[in-house]
């Protein structure tokens, strides 16, 4: 939404994915996966009119195992060359309890800490309700209460499931491609 009114959203990701699923059925090996997701990665962002994202090519499932300042580095230089006014990114549950969402929520978090630059951090969180109604077992939602900022995506929606379907070998793992139009 905010690309379409022209603002600059930039995509930074510290893994390449490689160690996730090939797709049910396998849509490649295990060894061509990292290309594939690269290439799904790129898919959704060119669906959702964003530049080409930046891979960090950390390995995927190990992440909380790399010295936090070095990857927090990483975010602050790519903060310091676009120069973000916000910063967007996981909450300490990784939304999903996965550990490499986890570590970069985290490194993310300290990046804004130390930013001078960057005016507001916000963490993706899906309240319980909206979870419940869509069948979201998968997220670690919150309280209602606690959301301090709902986006209604209503108007981008055919683009967001566009580049969702970019992420061919995930289909599988995402709920929201296989609801009924009306959820």
Partial sequence: MLARHGVG???????????GSCGD??????????A??????RCAC??????????????????????????????LTAATEVHPQVLLTFGPDGLSGHADHMAIGRCAAE???????????????????LAEQLEMRQVHS??????????DVTSAWA?????MACHKTQL?????????EAR
């Fill in 36 to 41: 594939v997701r690269e290439r799904e990665l």
């Fill in 111 to 129: 990046a804004y800490a130390r930013s001078n630059e960057i005016a507001v951090l916000y963490t993706l969180a899906v309240p319980r309700s």
């Fill in 9 to 19: 959203v930039h995509v930074l990701t510290a893994t390449r994915g490689q160690a």
């Fill in 46 to 75: 060119a669906a959702l009119g964003l530049a080409s994202p930046r891979l960090l090519d950390y390995q995927d499932g190990h992440l909380s195992e790399v010295n936090p300042e070095e990857v927090t580095k990483h975010i």
């Fill in 172 to 180: 599988g793992s995402t709920p929201l491609m296989r609801a009924p």
């Fill in 142 to 151: 919150v309280p209602d209460e606690q959301i301090t900022l709902a986006v």
């Fill in 25 to 34: 059925p396998p849509l490649c090996t295990q060894e061509d996966l990292p």
């Fill in 159 to 163: 683009t967001k499931q566009a580049a």
